[in-house]
């Protein structure tokens, strides 16, 4: 399996854009999670979604972020408008289950918002 | 809110030597997981604990997970160059909601 996908791997935008990023889960895993991770706050998860359905939101910073799952292979992260405090590594992660099961982490999307 | 600290944040190091990096927290957490991630790369992990009191070994690296479940530790043995990278422990809650928590990390440099 070629792993969890993301893309793009690194994005520049202007503030005040519409950013979308994008993940490629591994086939057959039923979680899927996007985090973010900068050097202030480290790790943070953002939003996971069980088999396509969004479970817990509660990491969301505000109401400029939005994330879609819209089938078992494919899920997006929505900044708009976008900031330069959103500046950060967004990674998405896939695991076959819930709870303790391993996450397998992309390589990553690089955000700098200017 | 909870939270979990890890220490020391930075520590270098030369090959061969012993190094221990705390994770600790005043959560129960039900399983710790720890994690290496390398510059560009996203974390992978390295071991899962469930037990209170657990010790699991992999290779040079010994990981366990306290008898309150409230923190967990990581030795490595005899350091070397390859051990170096960003090391993260993550708890995970359910007690109340499904909680998946990062701690601060550990920033390891191994020098040759």
């Known amino acids: 399996d070629a792993g969890v996908i993301q893309s793009p791997r690194h994005e520049v935008t202007e503030m005040g854009q519409e950013v979308t990023l994008r993940c490629k889960p591994i086939?057959?895993?039923?979680?899927l999670f996007w985090y973010r991770q900068t050097m202030m706050r480290g790790l943070e998860l953002l939003i996971y979604f069980n088999n396509n359905v969004p479970i817990d939101d509660s990491g969301m910073p505000e109401d400029r972020f939005s994330a879609k799952m819209p089938n078992a292979s494919f899920s997006t992260l929505k900044i708009q408008p976008s900031e330069p405090r959103d500046s950060a590594v967004y990674f998405c992660?896939?695991?076959?289950?819930?709870?303790?099961?391993?996450?397998?982490f992309g390589p990553g999307t690089r955000l700098t918002v200017l | 809110t909870q939270l979990l600290e890890q220490s020391p944040q930075f520590l270098s190091i030369q090959e061969g030597e012993n190094l221990t990096v705390y994770c600790n927290s005043s959560s129960v957490f039900s399983s710790l997981q720890w994690y290496r991630q390398e510059p560009g790369e996203g974390p992978v992990l390295l071991v899962t604990v469930v037990t209170g009191g657990e010790v699991k070994k992999l290779k040079r690296l010994t990981f366990q997970f306290g008898d309150a479940r409230k923190d967990s530790s990581l030795h490595i043995t005899a350091a070397q160059p390859g051990d170096t990278g960003l090391y993260l422990c993550?708890?995970?809650?359910?007690?109340?909601?499904?909680?998946?928590?990062f701690g601060t990390g550990t920033r390891l440099k191994v020098l040759a």
């Open positions: 086939s057959g895993h039923d979680y």
């Open positions: 993550a708890g995970f809650i359910t007690s109340g909601t499904y909680k998946y928590i």
């Open positions: 992660a896939s695991s076959l289950g819930g709870g303790a099961d391993t996450q397998y």
